[in-house]
């Protein structure tokens, strides 16, 4: 079956560019999270949707981050005037988060990641 | 604010031997998750603790949790080069007036076995 599937995969831009980031989750998925993993380093929450709207922004880094999920499905994270501190993997993640999950947790499937690189 | 907390970061250990990984997390929370990273790939789940005392086991890693000193454990049993990569652990924790949740990951350890 289909896992999350980002695109892109790898990603090189200038400085000051604009990218755009997108998340497919697995169908029937409620909850879409972002994440972004420097090399060698943790992972950051980004932000979180359940459904098409984000009850946590907190975790975007600054202004000029967002992120928009349309029809309960696809994501896009925005990367306005990118900045060389941007560079990492930027990890979506999907899962059920329905009634059912607190009996039965709520495991998250991740895709493989973009990895951006600003020069 | 949730915070939660792997230790150690960096574990290198020779084939054979025993260890355990901690994770201590800030908040009230019956659910945690662990989660395996190889290297230039994503996460993907290994055990799901869902609440107090609550063990899971698979192969050579045995996982559990006590809500109550909010700390869980990865023991890794006769390590084996395979189980080289680094571990998370993840809590879930509620996000106030929306009846949701969000998911925050521990600080990883990074696990080498060694020959």
């Known amino acids: 079956g289909a896992g999350v599937s980002q695109s892109p995969s790898n990603k090189v831009t200038e400085k000051g560019k604009d990218v755009e980031l997108r998340c497919d989750p697995i169908?029937?998925?409620?909850?879409l999270y972002w994440y972004r993993q420097r090399l060698g380093q943790g992972l950051e929450f980004l932000i979180y949707?359940?459904?098409?709207?984000?009850?946590?922004k907190s975790g975007l880094p600054s202004d000029r981050f967002s992120a928009e999920r349309t029809g309960e499905s696809v994501s896009t994270l925005t990367i306005q005037r990118t900045q060389q501190e941007d560079s990492a993997v930027y990890l979506c993640?999907?899962?059920?988060?329905?009634?059912?999950?607190?009996?039965?947790?709520?495991?998250?499937?991740f895709g493989e990641g973009s990895w951006l690189t600003v020069v | 604010e949730l915070k939660v907390e792997q230790n150690p970061l960096f574990l290198s250990m020779q084939e054979g031997k025993n260890y355990t990984i901690y994770c201590n997390y800030s908040?009230?929370?019956?659910?945690l998750y662990w989660y395996r990273q190889d290297p230039g790939k994503s996460l993907e789940s290994l055990f799901v603790?869902?609440?107090?005392?609550a063990v899971k086991q698979e192969g050579r890693l045995m996982a559990s949790l006590d809500t109550k000193a909010r700390l869980s454990t990865l023991h890794i049993t006769a390590a084996v080069h395979d189980l080289s990569a680094t571990y998370f652990c993840?809590?879930?924790?509620?996000?106030?007036?929306?009846?949701?949740?969000?998911?925050?990951f521990g600080t990883g350890t990074r696990l080498k076995v060694l020959a």
């Open positions: 993640a999907s899962s059920l988060a329905g009634s059912s999950f607190l009996t039965s947790g709520n495991t998250i499937y």
């Open positions: 949707f359940q459904g098409n709207s984000a009850p946590d």
């Open positions: 169908s029937g998925h409620t909850a």
């Open positions: 603790l869902l609440s107090n005392g």
């Open positions: 908040t009230t929370s019956d659910r």
């Open positions: 993840a809590v879930d924790s509620p996000i106030p007036t929306s009846g949701t949740y969000k998911y925050i």
